[in-house]
């Protein structure tokens, strides 16, 4: 009886090689695929806002294809593998040797997308299910009439790691083996089938060893397959965005141009006009023009027709040539020439200008001089200078939050700040804020005047901008946002060392409250003073 039970446990040693559940993972249904969508974009810079989306290549089993061909390729050589491990005499223990092995590998593998999908990696699956592997195995103790015969069918998992750009490449392959079920083939066996806590530990190792198809199911077998089939992800260099989706069993990949604006050899020209009631430009170089160059379609941002914003270049302010206005009789001009523009591509001038509208401002509005386009739209597709491109000054206001009762206060460098420590509301009187306004409310003003502030310099309106971020800073001064902003503004209007002062205390003050976000605007935006380095700085809302 010792015997016997030592031969029942040594035999079914031998199943547990086949029964490898270190990540069991249940196979996809089998009409599941992994295809590939590659969408191209088109742009015409004469037509900017129109940003088509055409379907370059789609192939539901794009993937499914060149797995299964691989598959095909290696499986012989992994029974073949496996036959020759668990072949050899004496594999399980003294007198227990296989014979009469079969290896028959699943007809396909099933392949999905399981995620993550980025543009640096995909996840994916490879499962064949319905292996079997049948033997017999000698045995020491009785003739062959005892030796025990059986059948295991087990499922193949593959975890596979994809780089999907600019070719679709395996980049790593590793296997499990799962769903094991044993079937005997005769009597003996059967008494076998029944102690099947005897199952060895030893054989474990050794099986994941012979059932290793990362070394037979080749992924550089697998990337060759994908290679054959020519995608436009093979010029996916040649475009400047790229976003990468998986969705309804597809990666779906999106290409959008991206152009550049170099070399600039065109220019634009014109006068700046103004008429004399109520506005007061004392120099001609008090008006400033600045250009945001776009580059490419609204890029698609989210399946199926979600769009972002175009990519776009801006230019540094150009001031007007300086002098006094000329006295047209009944208006004011300024002769002006913006230089150093990109050909073709569209250009978006926008200007800012210094002086008196003759409007006072009141607890919610804010005055401004804007600077607009006359009798064009502001944009123009160039092909060397082009003259006549007028600009009108005019006086404008913003509102404020209806509740904001703090009066315009004059750009300045607010110094080091602390909460509920800045000396412009302490000594000035003209600030009107009840005894009953909290610190809360303060804050939420404060926050309003700051996005009014982002609004305004996304409008081109820089002086009303920094009017709004001084006063959000009157309000509460550590807000680091503000502060940021106002040094960002300061910077696009030339005031470097003014806007030098200002970062470094956003960035003091960013650190302070652990405001990673805003600190690395301010690092980033300090980084780029050096001349002519200033353009281009972003809002922080």
Not at 140 to 161: E, Q
Not at 353 to 381: C, D, E, F, H, R
Not at 470 to 478: H, Q
Request: hydrophobic fraction near 40%; include cysteine.
């Amino acid at each position: 009886m010792r015997h016997l039970i030592a031969f029942r446990a040594t035999v079914f040693s031998l199943v547990a090689i086949l029964c490898v559940t270190t990540m069991l993972i249940s196979p996809r249904p089998a009409a599941a695929s992994a295809g590939l969508t590659v969408l191209v974009q088109t742009w015409d810079p004469k037509s900017p806002d129109l940003h088509p989306v055409n379907q370059a290549f789609d192939d539901p089993t794009f993937f499914d294809k060149a797995v299964n061909q691989a598959w095909a390729l290696g499986k012989a050589q992994i029974c073949t593998q496996l036959e020759s491990d668990l072949g050899k005499p004496n594999v399980i223990a003294s007198g227990f040797s296989l014979y009469n092995m079969s290896c028959t590998m699943a007809s396909s593998v099933q392949v999905s997308i399981v995620g993550p999908a980025t543009k640096s990696k995909v996840t994916m699956q490879f499962v064949a299910t319905g292996n079997e592997f049948d033997a017999s195995s000698t045995q020491p103790y009785v003739g062959s009439w005892g030796d025990p015969a059986f059948s295991v069918t087990y499922d193949m998992t593959a975890n596979v790691t994809l780089n999907p750009l600019p070719q679709p490449q395996v980049t790593n392959l590793t296997v499990t083996v799962s769903n094991a079920n044993v079937q005997t083939k005769n009597t003996i066996a059967d008494v076998l089938k029944a102690l099947d806590g005897f199952f060895g530990t030893g054989f474990l190792t050794k099986a994941q060893q012979s059932i290793d198809t990362t070394k037979k199911l080749d992924p550089s077998v697998i990337n060759g397959l994908l290679a054959g089939v020519q995608t436009p992800l093979s010029q996916a260099n040649q475009f400047g965005y790229i976003a990468l989706w998986h969705h309804n069993d597809r990666i779906v990949v999106d290409l959008a141009p991206v152009l550049p604006d170099t070399p600039r050899p065109a220019s634009i020209s014109g006068v700046i006009t103004w008429a004399k009631s109520g506005i007061s430009i004392s120099d001609c170089s008090k008006i400033q023009l600045s250009n945001t160059v776009q580059l490419g379609p609204d890029p698609l941002t989210l399946l199926p027709s979600s769009f972002g914003a175009a990519p776009t270049d801006t230019f540094g302010s150009q001031t007007v040539s300086s002098g006094a206005p000329q006295d047209m009789g009944d208006h004011y001009q300024c002769q002006y020439t913006y230089s150093s523009l990109p050909n073709t591509l569209p250009n978006t001038v926008a200007g800012t200008a210094s002086g008196t509208t003759g409007q006072k401002n009141t607890p919610i509005l804010l005055s401004y001089l804007k600077v607009k386009p006359s009798n064009w739209n502001g944009t123009v597709n160039l092909n060397g200078p082009q003259n006549g491109l007028n600009f009108e000054v005019d006086a404008a206001t913003a509102a404020l939050p209806y509740n904001v009762a703090v009066p315009q206060m004059p750009i300045q460098n607010p110094g080091p700040l602390h909460e509920n420590n800045n000396p412009n509301i302490a000594v000035n009187p003209a600030v009107t804020q009840t005894n009953t306004t909290t610190l809360a409310q303060n804050a939420a003003l404060s926050s309003q005047l700051t996005a009014e502030g982002s609004r305004l310099a996304q409008s081109g309106n820089l002086n009303g901008a920094a009017s709004a971020f001084s006063n959000a800073l009157a309000l509460k001064g550590d807000n680091q946002v503000a502060l940021l902003n106002l040094g960002l503004v300061h910077l696009k209007m030339g005031q470097t060392a003014t806007a030098k002062n200002e970062l470094q205390h956003a960035l003091q003050l960013a650190t302070q409250h652990g405001d990673t976000a805003t600190a690395q605007a301010a690092q980033a935006a300090l980084r780029t003073i050096t001349p002519g380095a200033a353009a281009g700085a972003g809002m922080t809302h």
